[in-house]
């Protein structure tokens, strides 16, 4: 509405120009139709601008015009109505006149509102101006602030900069200026100037350094220098030995002759005496029977051919430092006694020291040790080391077999010959993994070891029959510290261990030996075990491999020899894969360390025309009792160290006659993979359906068992 | 002095506590398995023994005539009596589920056993050896006499699979090896009759309660039906000749047989079936992989074992009511006890390849085992 009253102004108004409009302005009281018709000539061809028109007038003004123009209105409308009262003929003329008058008024009415539309109009955008200039300010301001506050940071940043030589330990000032030379401590500049100063001393420092680097390296040129003489004295120290060797060789004949070799025992003997009890009586009983056995033999002079060799190693010098010798070497009971003090008192002061320390203290074993060579007939030998735990008051061994031929060592046959295994179960049980004497177990409480396991390794194992050759027997009930030395309990088990050593090297280095044959698909047959076998067996083994005990008890056809408790981990444990055309048997081998007087046991597994194992198959069942329980018709002689192959062998035949016998499916076409070869009495029998496994010998034909 | 004192007051009460760790740690062990199966068997002698039960197959089974008593025989030729009383009673131990007694019965395996009201007959190769139940269990166990069927051939000595009583003549018939079925005078001790017709050796043996009548089932593949009086082979089934039930790659040998007047069960190489004698017709054929070694009618369902842990229950219509399972990987015989003298010990046995006696007091489950 307001634009549009607007134009028409401009329109109305377009005629008047700048003077009369002011001229207008200023006698606006007497402003009356006619007047605007003039003003509207005068105003002819000029642009008139309402807005500017405001700037110059005044609004106080405006607001009594307004006013006035208001009163006026009032008194023409109380006019009109006045003469409209009366009536009569003059009257509309009058009021017409009247009426023109108050229309002049209502323009200038609506020409005031105008004005006032413009100055409100304007009036907001100052204001709007007005807000954005402080606003930008405000930005500004703040700006400024961050500004500030981000150089606050840094420069507290740099006042904190710690430099790092800083942490470098210098030389006090005193002992710098005393040393230091001049050109590099320059103490005109740097007395003053603690910038300079610090400068000088890290130059100082510098130097030094340098000077002790060049000092190390020469220390080091030189150690090696001695370390090459180390070398040539040693090698010369080693070339020495064979031929102080060979002297003694050469004078061997002489000593016998002149009965000597009693001197060098002697000198044996008075190393003894520095052995702790058991390993003294262990000494004693060992050489003794050493020397019984060879007497036994034969009338040649004993030292040629010995079948048990008795030495002692180790620092006698330290074996002295440790114990206060005895008075008399025969008196074990001072002599036990003596060795009770002597670990009291050293453990008193112990009592502060780390756990770890603690430890090894608890497992130190006595600096001497008793070396004991076992011969057996093929001239393998058998190097048993045994050590005496002082403090737990046990005894341990170690293990090592040599052979007289360099043996080529089949990937299968890894463990058999190692020191950790090869002595296992030598008596039933014996695993030697857990302290024998139970007092220990309270000893261990105390410094935090679990079970002695995992030292054996280090340590020697702690069979029990090492304890009774130690002479130490360990009562079940009272753990006590009242475990003496026993001369007799050594000697009551002195053969039996020595004649099961012997088997034992002997049962596994003929296994070594089997091993070795096994892995390239042969199983070795002895001459005397022919008899056992048919001539012709067709199934071959194919492979022989160890696992490990894991895989084993994963296998799935070994359960019920695992549920059984014959799985245990000191067990070695093979695979083997026997095979015949399309069927693959896999065997998988338990050997107990205990071989060959306890029998390996045989688990399988046929693949052929589906998977059979004993569970869904009785003939794999028998095939297995076959093997595992009529293992006594398999041994050979005595020692029966043949009996894995035999039944290997034994596994081979049975997978013959098992595929051989096995009923032709009418319904197939084509002829039997396994033409039966063996001559059977009957192809079943019994309930479940047996095969004819048992091979009769002269005869050569199979029947049932 | 006072300060080695202060440290041994110290360490004392930190001792008892490892101590007290260390005591209920090895009780939780104790609990958890048995001393035994930690150590394992170590000597030569117990890896035998181990091995020799892990290899032990129980083929017969018979109940004593009083209902308390079972005996098993195994592959080792051993007879063990087991006490069932004992072993069902509220106060049972693990001791009562061990055999009373245990003898060495024969040379080879025990195959088959029977029970008449006194005797224990038991049958292996080539013989049958009976026993007095009363001094059995006096622990005296003393064979009372043995007798070998007249067999033609010397090589080898045939093996006795079935024993069979025949109630109405006082005989027992014998099966085996050789082929043929002898009939035994139990009065006498001779032997009447000999059935010939089985072409290879004799698995199973089954009477027919209202005629003299015996079914025989072997090798061959064949189920034959014998008359007693006559000693005449009456009828021949051959099963393995039906396309429904033969399985030619299980082989055609019987392995199971029972009979209940008109109806008769077989299995084995073919699938278990349900037979109609008269008609010579298959009715229901078992859906039954497995070859089954043992069968038997019970009240309205048939009762198999064979390859395989379960005991199966049939309806006749050939619906599989359940599989119990058990606890040897393979069942070769079962036994109701079903003697009215001990209404307490009502139970079903199974056993097979293993040295343990499933005993299922219902049929539902598996109460225990006796083992060898």
Same mark, same amino acid.
């Given at each position: 509405m307001v634009r549009r009253r607007q134009s028409i102004c401009r329109r109305l108004w377009s005629f008047g120009d700048v003077a009369s409009l002011v001229c207008c302005r200023d006698s606006v009281r007497t402003i009356c139709p006619q007047n605007i018709c003039s003003l509207r000539a005068h105003m002819e061809g000029k642009y008139y601008s309402e807005e500017a028109e405001v700037d110059l007038r005044d609004p106080g003004r405006d607001y009594e015009l307004y006013k006035y123009t208001c009163q006026e209105l009032q008194r023409l409308m109380a006019e009109i109505q006045d003469l409209k009262s009366r009536g009569g003929k003059d009257v509309a003329v009058e009021i017409e006149d009247r009426r023109i008058q108050s229309c002049v008024h209502f323009m200038t009415l609506k020409k005031l509102n105008r004005l006032a539309h413009i100055r409100l109009k304007k009036g907001r955008d100052q204001t709007h101006e007005a807000k954005q200039k402080v606003d930008a300010y405000h930005l500004q301001l703040q700006n400024l602030l961050y500004e500030v506050m981000h150089l606050q940071k840094e420069i507290t940043k740099c006042l904190e900069f710690k430099s790092k030589h800083e942490e470098i330990d210098l030389v006090s000032l005193e002992e710098f200026y005393k040393e230091a030379p001049p050109d590099i401590s320059k103490a005109e500049v740097t007395m003053g100037d603690p910038h300079q100063q610090t400068l000088a001393r890290l130059d100082w420092e510098l130097e030094q350094r340098k000077r002790l680097a060049e000092k190390y390296r020469e220390c080091l040129s030189n150690k090696e220098k001695i370390l090459k003489e180390i070398e040539v004295k040693k090698e010369y120290l080693s070339s020495l030995q064979p031929r102080l060797n060979s002297i003694m060789q050469a004078s061997l004949p002489v000593q016998e002759y002149l009965f000597m070799p009693f001197d060098q025992a002697h000198k044996q003997y008075e190393t003894a005496r520095h052995l702790p009890p058991p390993l003294y009586v262990l000494f004693v009983q060992a050489t003794a029977y050493g020397q019984a056995c060879a007497h036994m033999k034969s009338s040649q002079p004993p030292r040629q051919d010995k079948t048990l060799s008795v030495a002692i190693e180790g620092s006698v010098d330290e074996a002295k430092a440790l114990f206060k010798p005895p008075e008399d070497s025969q008196d074990d009971e001072s002599d036990s006694d003596a060795e009770e003090e002597q670990t009291t008192k050293r453990r008193r002061p112990t009592l502060g020291v780390q756990l770890d320390d603690k430890r090894k203290e608890m497992l130190k074993r006595h600096p001497l040790s008793v070396m004991l060579d076992l011969k057996c007939k093929d001239d393998s030998v058998l190097h048993l080391t045994f050590y005496y735990l002082m403090n737990l008051n046990i005894m341990t061994v170690k293990a090592k077999v040599t052979t007289a031929t360099e043996l080529i060592t089949p990937i299968s046959a890894g463990d058999l010959l190692s020191p950790d295994s090869v002595l296992s179960c030598l008596y039933p049980g014996d695993h030697g993994k857990k302290t024998p004497n139970p007092a220990n177990q309270y000893q261990f409480d105390k410094v935090g070891i679990l079970t002695l396991r995992d030292y054996v390794l280090d340590l020697g194992h702690p069979y029990l029959w090492v304890q009774k050759l130690g002479g130490l027997h360990f009562p079940k009930e009272q753990p006590q510290h009242t475990v003496i030395a026993d001369h007799s309990l050594s000697a009551s088990h002195m053969e039996t261990t020595m004649k099961l050593l012997k088997t034992r090297v002997q049962s596994r280095l003929a296994l070594h030996k089997q091993f070795a044959s096994l892995e390239h698909g042969i199983v070795p047959v002895t001459s005397d075990c022919q008899y056992l076998f048919p001539a012709k067996v067709v199934s071959r083994l194919v492979k022989w491999v160890t696992i490990a005990h894991e895989d084993y008890m994963e296998l799935h056809f070994t359960k019920d020899i695992v549920e059984a408790g014959l799985a245990g981990d000191t067990n070695l444990y093979y695979m083997a894969l026997v095979e015949r055309g399309t069927a693959k048997l896999q065997a998988a081998v338990v050997l107990n360390p205990g071989y060959s007087s306890i029998p390996p046991i045989f688990q399988l597994c046929l693949n052929w025309k589906g998977e059979k194992t004993n569970s869904n198959d009785d003939n794999i069942r028998a095939m297995e009792s076959e093997v595992n329980v009529c293992y006594k018709e398999l041994c050979g002689p005595r020692p029966s160290h043949q009996l894995l192959t035999n039944q290997l062998q034994r596994l081979c035949v049975l997978l013959d006659v098992y595929l051989e016998t096995e009923s032709h499916d009418d319904s197939v076409e084509g002829p039997k993979e396994f033409p039966q070869e063996k001559m059977c009495l009957r192809l079943f029998r019994g309930p479940s359906r047996m095969k004819p496994f048992k091979y009769n010998h002269p005869q050569g034909f199979f029947s049932h068992r | 002095m006072p300060g080695s004192e202060g440290a041994g007051e110290e360490l004392f009460p930190e001792s008892c506590f490892a101590l007290a760790l260390r005591g209920s740690w090895t009780l939780a062990w104790g609990l958890e398995s048995h001393p035994e199966i930690l150590r394992g068997p170590n000597t030569k002698m117990e890896v035998f023994q181990t091995l020799q039960r892990l290899h032990m197959t129980i083929f017969s089974q018979s109940v004593s005539p009083c209902g308390k008593f079972l005996a098993a025989g195994n592959n080792y030729g051993q007879i063990a009596v087991f006490s069932l009383s004992a072993a069902l009673s509220s106060e049972a131990k693990e001791e009562s589920k061990k055999p009373v007694v245990t003898f060495q019965a024969h040379d080879g395996p025990v195959y088959s056993m029977v029970s008449t009201d006194r005797h224990l007959l038991s049958a292996g190769d080539g013989e049958v050896k009976a026993w007095l139940w009363a001094e059995i269990l006096k622990k005296g166990c003393k064979e009372l006499w043995r007798r070998q069927p007249p067999y033609r051939t010397s090589l080898e000595v045939p093996e006795i699979n079935a024993l069979l009583l025949v109630p109405k003549e006082n005989s027992l018939i014998l099966a085996g090896g050789d082929c043929q079925l002898h009939a035994m005078d139990l009065e006498t001790g001779a032997f009447t009759r000999a059935l010939r017709g089985h072409t290879d050796y004799i698995h199973c043996l089954a009477l027919r309660e209202r005629s003299?009548?015996?079914?025989?089932?072997?090798?061959?593949?064949?189920?034959?039906?014998?008359?007693?009086?006559?000693?005449?082979?009456?009828?021949?089934?051959?099963?393995?000749?039906?396309?429904?039930?033969?399985?030619?790659?299980?082989?055609?040998?019987?392995?199971? #047989?029972?009979?209940?007047?008109?109806?008769? %069960?077989? @299995?084995?190489? +073919?699938? &278990?079936?349900?037979?109609? !004698?008269?008609?010579?017709?298959?009715?229901?054929?078992?859906?039954?992989?497995?070859?089954?070694?043992?069968?038997?009618?019970?009240?309205?369902?048939?009762?198999?074992?064979?390859?395989?842990?379960?005991?199966?229950?049939?309806? #006749?219509?050939?619906?599989?009511?359940?599989? %119990?399972? @058990?606890?040897? +990987?393979? &069942?070769?015989?079962?036994? !109701?006890?079903?003697?009215?003298?001990?209404?307490?010990?009502?139970?079903?046995?199974?056993?097979?390849n293993s040295c343990r006696v499933d005993v299922f007091t219902n049929l539902g489950y598996r109460a225990f085992s006796l083992s060898f």
């Open positions: - | 003299p009548e015996v079914l025989s089932g072997g090798e061959d593949g064949a189920v034959r039906l014998w008359d007693l009086r006559t000693a005449k082979e009456v009828q021949t089934i051959e099963v393995y000749k039906h396309e429904e039930c033969s399985r030619p790659h299980n082989g055609r040998w019987i392995g199971c #047989l029972a009979t209940d007047s008109d109806w008769m %069960v077989c @299995g084995g190489g +073919p699938a &278990l079936t349900l037979w109609h !004698l008269r008609s010579s017709t298959p009715t229901t054929i078992f859906p039954m992989r497995a070859p089954q070694k043992h069968v038997t009618f019970y009240q309205d369902l048939i009762l198999s074992a064979g390859q395989g842990r379960c005991v199966n229950q049939w309806q #006749l219509s050939g619906e599989l009511k359940a599989q %119990v399972p @058990g606890s040897s +990987p393979g &069942l070769l015989s079962l036994s !109701l006890n079903q003697q009215p003298a001990a209404p307490e010990c009502k139970v079903l046995t199974a056993a097979g």
